[in-house]
């Protein structure tokens, strides 16, 4: 049985995360909200109680990565650095921004990013080459590679599959946001992958499937991950695109989406409504 | 002349830098035997990751061992190592900088029997277009060994060139290689001839050819094709009555259109341009045939020389 207390902390982290992205938004901008909001718990399961990092030593050599290989999830990779300290809020104000830190998608320059990724397919073998690297130095640090589900029509992270499984990886591992939507619809609609547990079991992976916004569950799923000796594992995120606010939900069109004025302040009352009951039960525990 | 095999010395290279440089690493995509690095393999197992037929993953790969403070060198055919791996080059290696080394091997029509699909004339002048990346291309065995220490000296994206076929050695044993260095292999006070990798052989030759005619020819060596420093340029230029540039390479982006990027509003004077036509290559039993045929030996850059100086 997990603490209840740090499952209640990371539920209320992630619905943090998701306000932070929307923050960063903001009203009238486009701005991937879907695809961030569907990683919210996963995102503060890793960086706010499995990985060992620290914003004050950013480049520490003992630290575990976590790649962002569907770059377009950039905010919500933000929202969790900005929240452990990484750079300041004031940044989150100026995403995107001409002399801004925070780019559109996930750059080097910014504190806490690992690489350059955004072009999708390539996240996950930069991840192999990190692994191959912390292997060579005798380091017990992992990595952790966050793809997506359209993503996963990009031949390249089969390579990367069978690199990984090749060298026998286990300190890697993978996250699939299976959030079933892509930028021009639903997966299902737009470009059939079945049996993605089986394709990536045949590729040498050990395969783990979770609710992917069940923090109890998803701190399970890690920690079956880390205990697999000899190749590289992969959790499948079970997850709702959007998820978080309403009318967001299950949505292609916040994809990439703008919010109008009423539209943020219902999103924003929605997550502080959610942040309220979470605090409440909290209290409970 | 002797001439000496340009991917040997890239293997031995790595060989002796990865003796003291525990951090050297190597990838391959299953032609280790054509581009030498076999023999890193043999020496040093461990750092050496067979990546199978798979370039991208291997540009990608060698971008996460460069970011975790390895010196990744990942070799293949040119063709592939630059082209099928593009945008995993771009975004993973040179938009953050990455330490990763780029070998481009049996370039232009080096590999003459394989043909089109497998030569390459466009892949240092596309690699040039890539901020970040410093783009080589050595004349002989002796550069190339001194090159590849450099490449392991600076902390950035590099792309090398690497010719199949032995080629005669011009350059001295001493000195260390310095990036961005151009070095005069005969002096001349006629013209210039600026040239690149193999046709620095072909224009040494050509320099003679246009001695027997009393035209005194100077041949520089341009095997940094990135960057291309304007005042090197100017040096070499000044007090010649023309200019000739010599590649095996597409004309398209390569030396000749870079040195007179830099020459317009500095300089007039006649130009020539000795390269591939916009085409593709062709299979041939030899690489000569294949030289002869796309305009690259010395009579095309001797011919080319004279065209420029009766302008």
């Known amino acids: 049985m997990a603490d209840q207390a740090l499952i209640k902390d990371l539920e209320a982290k992630a619905v943090q995360l998701r306000c932070n992205v929307l923050e960063m938004i903001g009203i009238g901008k486009a701005g991937h909200w879907g695809g961030s909001a569907s990683l919210a718990e996963a995102m503060a399961v890793l960086y706010f109680h499995v990985m060992n990092v620290d914003a004050k030593a950013p480049k520490a050599p003992d630290r575990d990565r976590l790649l962002l290989s569907k770059g377009h999830g950039a905010l919500i990779q933000y929202a969790a650095l900005c929240e452990l300290g990484y750079f300041p809020r004031e940044e989150m104000q100026r995403v995107k921004s001409l002399n801004g830190l925070l780019q559109g998608h996930p750059d080097l320059s910014i504190p806490g990013v690992e690489a350059v990724t955004g072009s999708l397919g390539q996240g996950l073998s930069i991840g192999v080459g990190m692994a191959l690297a912390l292997r060579l130095d005798k380091k017990a640090s992992r990595v952790y590679v966050v793809m997506g589900d359209g993503e996963q029509s990009e031949g390249q992270l089969w390579e990367a599959a069978m690199a990984a499984s090749n060298f026998k990886l286990d300190n890697l591992t993978a996250f699939l946001d299976w959030n079933k939507i892509q930028a021009t619809g639903r997966t299902e609609d737009v470009f059939k992958i079945p049996d993605l547990d089986k394709k990536w079991a045949s590729f040498g992976w050990e395969v783990f499937s979770v609710d992917g916004h069940d923090v109890e569950k998803l701190l399970a799923a890690v920690d079956k991950a880390k205990a697999v000796k000899g190749r590289p594992t992969l959790v499948i995120l079970d997850t709702v695109k959007g998820k978080g606010v309403s009318f967001a939900e299950n949505t292609p069109a916040y994809h990439n989406g703008t919010f109008d004025e009423a539209r943020f302040t219902l999103a924003m009352a929605e997550l502080e409504a959610r942040k309220a009951a979470l605090a409440a039960q909290k209290e409970m525990v | ?311």
Request: glycine share 8%; charged share 25%.
């Open chain 2, 1 to 311: 002349m002797e001439k000496k095999s340009l991917r040997t010395a890239y293997g031995e290279a790595l060989v002796e830098m990865g003796k003291t440089n525990p951090d050297i690493v190597v990838l391959e995509a299953d032609l280790g035997k054509s581009t030498m690095s076999c023999l890193f393999k043999d020496a040093y197992p461990e750092r050496y990751f067979e990546m199978g037929i798979a370039e991208q993953s291997m540009a990608s790969t060698a971008a996460g061992l460069a970011l975790s403070g390895k010196v990744p060198f990942y070799s293949t055919f040119a063709v592939f190592a630059f082209g099928r791996a593009y945008d995993q080059i771009r975004c993973g290696i040179a938009i953050p900088n990455a330490n990763v080394k780029i070998c481009g091997s049996s370039c232009g029509f080096s590999d003459f029997g394989d043909g089109k699909t497998h030569q390459s004339i466009e892949d240092a002048n596309v690699m040039r277009m890539i901020p970040h990346m410093i783009v080589l291309n050595p004349c002989d065995a002796v550069e190339t060994r001194k090159m590849m220490r450099a490449m392991a000296a600076y902390d950035g994206p590099v792309y090398i060139r690497i010719n199949r076929n032995d080629l005669p050695v011009y350059t001295a044993e001493e000195g260390d290689y310095e990036i961005g260095r151009m070095s005069r292999i005969v002096a001349g006070a006629d013209l210039v001839i600026f040239a690149t990798g193999s046709m620095v052989w072909k224009s040494v030759e050509a320099a003679e050819l246009l001695k027997a005619e009393g035209i005194s020819a100077e041949v520089v060596n341009v095997s940094t094709l990135k960057p291309l420093a304007k005042e090197e340029i100017l040096k070499y230029v000044a007090g010649k009555k023309a200019i000739v540039t010599a590649e095996e390479a597409t004309k398209l982006g390569g030396l000749g259109s870079a040195i007179a990027e830099l020459l317009i509003g500095e300089i007039a004077l006649p130009f020539e341009r000795v390269g591939v036509d916009d085409a593709f290559g062709t299979s041939a039993h030899s690489y000569a045939e294949l030289l002869e045929t796309y305009g690259l030996t010395e009579r095309h850059i001797a011919a080319a020389a004279k065209k420029a100086l009766k302008r």
